[in-house]
């Protein structure tokens, strides 16, 4: 199994604001993935993050609103850029286990932009 | 393309009472299915899976059997009590992809 730490838990910005919530592993993992739930809705997958190369973004999500760090096989960030009240949302990192299968999720950021 | 229906909640229900949440699903081939759970204040954990037609995933008492002939994937337990109170979602992995696809998610109380 794999532990994931992530943070903030929450948080409640101003709009036009930056947020980076931060992503920790305690294993070495290939995939790492950034997902977001909108109030009463499904998770959406934002995008996979690739260590060592750019992160490949699902339709309707783009680099410059949630740039992606991912500097090694345990850790990564996602950046919620130039925030509006329409990114209220919990986003999610989440990686894949080792049967290929299974998720693993962290506990989520629960994001509100005023 | 892919896409997974679950029952929308939210859900209430005395302890001891039978629980069930439907989902169904639409993808090409042969999905994997998966229930997950999001105990209050914690991260989604994978509850319950099935990989293959007439199998059934069972944990913790629930049960999920995938009927692929009506492309459904329905959670049930017998006897549901306090510490079953969550949200639960329904998911599939395509056979070709590494991706999931999420439903709702139905949120479930159970009373003392």
Redesign the interface.
Known sequence: SAVISQKPSRDICQRGTSLTIQCQVDSQVTMMFWYRQQPGQSLTLIATANQGSEATYESGFVIDKFPISRPNLTFSTLTVSNMSPEDSSIYLCSVRGDSNEKLFFGSGTQLSVL | GNS?TQMEGPVTLSEEAFLTINCTYTATGYP?LFW?VQYP??????LL?A?KADDKGSNKGFEATYRKETTSFHLEKGSVQVSDSAVY?CAL?PSND????????TTVTVRA
Not at chain 2, 98 to 105: E, N, R
């Open positions: 997974v994997s997950y204040g914690e991260g989604l954990q994978l899976k990989t979602f992995q590494y991706k999931l696809s999420f439903g709702a998610g």
